[in-house]
T-cell receptor
């Protein structure tokens, strides 16, 4: 079974600064996907960024980028130029490639607070 | 625009009551999911459905059942609610093909007294 670990329950960052959220996972699979989801206070969970394990290049989406280290089973999220709207709970998630159902396995989450 | 809706944002029920949580998606997605979210535990999968009338147990199905009579609607049923089922419940949907990015509803915060 796969497990996802987020070791930082809470983090804070000053507006305009850069912050990195950590995620490690455990799997024996070779083909899989990794995700970062964001859940703002009292709002819907949305996808931030996605990484395919077979791609060596790290995914980026505007101010969000990942550092994917497959051998180390590490998948950290870097947020550049942090904004107040980035305040949210961030979840790292794993999905095995193939099969039916596209099931996600989530970490416990990291609360990020952006301070002005 | 992608849309997943849930019938209630907040719900308060008594121990022993039968509780229905409804989820509707308008994206013609084959897969639908029910999770519960608890502090320090992240999201845990209760049940999922990959087609109409098809369902599979997730990691924590005990005390829950589901129903999917139509493609767009997936219901979570607590047959006899208990206090340990007080939680946030999130519904999600995804396409069967490809990566299957999941789209989430706003959640239902259920309190069982």
């Amino acid at each position: 079974a796969q497990t996802v670990t987020q070791s930082q329950p809470e983090m804070s960052v000053q507006e305009a600064e850069t912050v990195t959220l950590s995620c490690t996972y455990d799997t024996s699979e070779n083909n899989y996907y990794l995700f970062w989801y964001k859940q703002p206070p009292s709002r819907q969970m949305i996808l931030v960024i996605r990484q395919e394990a077979y791609k060596q290049q790290n995914a980026t989406e505007n101010r969000f980028s990942v550092n994917f280290q497959k051998a180390a089973k590490s998948f950290s999220l870097k947020i550049s130029d942090s904004q107040l709207g980035d305040t949210a709970m961030y979840f790292c998630a794993f999905m095995k490639h193939g099969g039916y159902g596209n099931k996600l396995v989530f970490g416990a989450g990291t609360i990020l607070r952006v301070k002005s | 625009d992608v849309k997943v809706t849930q019938s209630s944002r907040y719900l308060v029920k008594r121990t022993g009551e039968k509780v229905f949580l409804e989820c509707v998606q308008d994206m013609d997605h084959e897969n639908m999911f029910w999770y519960r979210q608890d502090p320090g535990l992240g999201l845990r999968l209760i049940y999922f459905s990959y087609d109409v009338k098809m369902k599979e147990k997730g990691d924590i199905p005990e005390g829950y059942s589901v129903s999917r009579e139509k493609k767009e609607r997936f219901s979570l049923i607590l047959e006899s609610a208990s206090t340990n089922q007080t939680s946030m419940y999130l519904c999600a949907s995804s396409l069967k093909a490809g990566v299957g990015t999941q789209y989430f509803g706003p959640g239902t915060r259920l309190t069982v007294l």
